[in-house]
């Protein structure tokens, strides 16, 4: 059997630096900070009421959502809940931490007051009769939720083009993809849209998107958060998850969805941090303010097939994690090639399973027939895009009888072969890092039509959801295209359940790193960037 991490390699980075813009070419941009804690003083001394701040985001959502379409559904009590926040101003009430904070939710979470379509025709105009508990608990908060945001249909596809209404595009270039499935909530985020969202993550559906669009992108560990209410795709696998502008925002909003919940028997009892409160201002730093941390920069994914300038943007993250006090050295995981076909047969396999209940009768847009088995497939004929169909037929027959042992029973083999080699780079390591993607976003239609190519960009992240650990990707760099700079996520990587510690790692390196800024074109006038 192979072993599971190579001898580290120590690393020196120097001569690699980040690729970053200058805003200005004469000032700093100054760190990312924390638009929810911003709003709060600015609600709670009355410098702003949240219908004014409703109506800001409202008003920008409405000006480029045409060039955009990251949203299925626009919400219309907006401006009636900001009301009521006020009231509770005026009164002296108690508010929640994320009161009067617009969120956008991924279409396939569940809220009872809006549509919740998973981008599929087959649910088209379906309006759950409850809210999923990460909503439920975001309201109970004070969040206000602004829409449902675009996706690829049942979360399966990696560029939002395969939705089954609209195609989203990237506010850091038009004709570019946001990344998928989650590109609506990513590209809501990155265009001020929104001040957080939520999106799902079965093999990198958040971290991807958060590359490409140059947000702060949090994949949870398995059963952090409840998944009642998020629309199964491959259930031993998803994830809800977060973005925010910032690393303060995302750990913010992962404490309010996150806990034990009796309707999800896979949701973790462990006791939920307050993930920001141990977070220290830039200023306060000491010069290593990450001293001794281990970090391991997985070597199998700044190999062959990755984009140079993207490897770049790597090393020059591990170089700046060096700057910080971090001893970096290289780390090899045999399995980690292994990752994607297995987690393309598993994930296909249950999706089988779990999108069985679109028929037309007990779920989904029912079309008219003579006879039963007419129905259902006239149904899903009619109501499923190609990409689902053609998973649901891969998963069918990788668990058909004469298949199971050569399919599905290896994939779940190799599974365990992974959750072992990160298990054994975790001992040695305090964080492993990596790439969030091979490539920064690809055009528009460049890979639609080469599905083979467009599941080999999934390999930097599924291997994370087959061994259910956390990871957190941020913005690092930009890589130079034709037209404009497009922005570099880094993932970091932890043992399960240490969001904690991985925020905490985040939010430093967000903090200190200098003259990037990553607020699009798209509004960077408005924002006076």
Not at 69 to 76: I, N, P, Q, R, T
Not at 222 to 246: E, K, N, P, Q, T
Not at 317 to 325: F, P, V, Y
Request: glycine share 10%; proline share 5%.
């Amino acid at each position: 059997m192979l072993s599971s991490v190579q001898t580290p390699r120590l690393l020196r980075f120097q001569s690699f630096t980040l690729k970053c813009l200058h805003t200005h070419p004469t000032t700093t941009p100054p760190p990312p900070h924390s638009q929810i804690l911003t709003i709060r003083k600015s609600l709670l001394s009355r410098e702003i009421s949240a219908v004014d701040l409703a109506g800001t985001f409202l008003n920008r959502l409405r000006n480029t959502e045409p060039q955009l379409k990251s949203f299925l559904y626009v919400s219309d009590v907006v401006l009636k809940e900001a009301e009521e926040i006020d009231r509770k101003i005026a009164e002296n009430e108690e508010l929640g931490p994320l009161a009067g904070v617009l969120v956008g939710v991924k279409d396939n979470i569940c809220t009872s007051d809006m549509p919740s379509t998973a981008g599929s025709k087959i649910l088209e105009n379906y309006r759950p009769p409850f809210d999923a508990t990460a909503v439920g608990k975001m309201k109970k908060c004070g969040a206000i939720v602004i829409g449902k945001t675009n996706m690829d249909e049942f979360g399966m596809g990696s560029t939002t083009e395969g939705s089954g209404y609209q195609v989203t595009a990237n506010p850091w270039d038009l004709s570019r993809v946001p990344g998928g499935s989650s590109g609506g909530s990513a590209a809501a985020v990155s265009a001020r849209q929104c001040m957080v969202s939520l999106g799902s993550d079965t093999g990198g559906s958040v971290r991807q998107p958060a590359s490409f669009c140059g947000v702060v992108g949090l994949k949870p560990t398995y059963g952090r958060v409840s998944r009642y209410g998020l629309v199964a795709y491959a259930s031993s696998l998803d994830v809800i998850g977060c973005f925010g502008s910032s690393v303060t925002d995302a750990a913010i909003l992962l404490h309010a969805i996150s806990g034990h919940d009796k309707f999800d028997a896979t949701s973790s009892k462990k006791e939920v941090p307050d993930f920001a409160s141990q977070f220290t201002a830039r200023d306060h730093l000491d010069s290593k303010p990450l001293k001794g941390l281990r970090v391991g920069l997985i070597r199998d994914t700044i190999e062959d097939g990755v984009d140079p300038d993207v490897i770049s943007s790597i090393r020059g993250a591990a170089s700046h994690l060096e700057e910080l006090g971090c001893t970096v050295t290289e780390v090899s995981l045999p399995s980690f090639s292994l990752g994607l076909p297995a987690y393309y047969i598993l994930a296909s396999s249950e999706s089988s399973s779990n999108l069985s209940r679109y028929d037309g009768v007990r779920y989904g847009k029912q079309v008219f027939a003579d006879e039963l088995n007419s129905l259902y497939g006239e149904s899903r004929a009619g109501g499923l895009g190609a990409e689902v169909k053609m998973r649901i037929l891969m998963g069918t027959y990788a668990l058909s009888a004469g298949y199971y042992d050569a399919y599905y029973k290896r994939a779940q083999q190799v599974r365990t072969l992974v959750r072992e080699s990160f298990r054994a780079a975790l001992d040695e390591n305090d964080i492993l890092i990596s790439p969030a993607a091979p490539s920064a976003a690809y055009k528009i239609g460049e890979k639609k039509n080469d599905p083979l190519s467009m599941y080999a960009g999934d390999i930097m992240t599924v291997n994370v959801n087959l061994a259910g650990l956390p990871a957190l990707v941020l913005p690092c760099g930009f890589v130079d295209s034709s037209s404009v700079a497009l922005p570099v996520g880094v993932q970091m990587i932890s043992a399960a359940f240490e969001e904690e510690k991985l925020l905490k790692v985040g939010h430093i390196f967000e903090q200190t790193l200098q003259g990037c800024s990553f607020i699009p074109p798209l509004v960077a006038d408005e924002l006076g960037c």
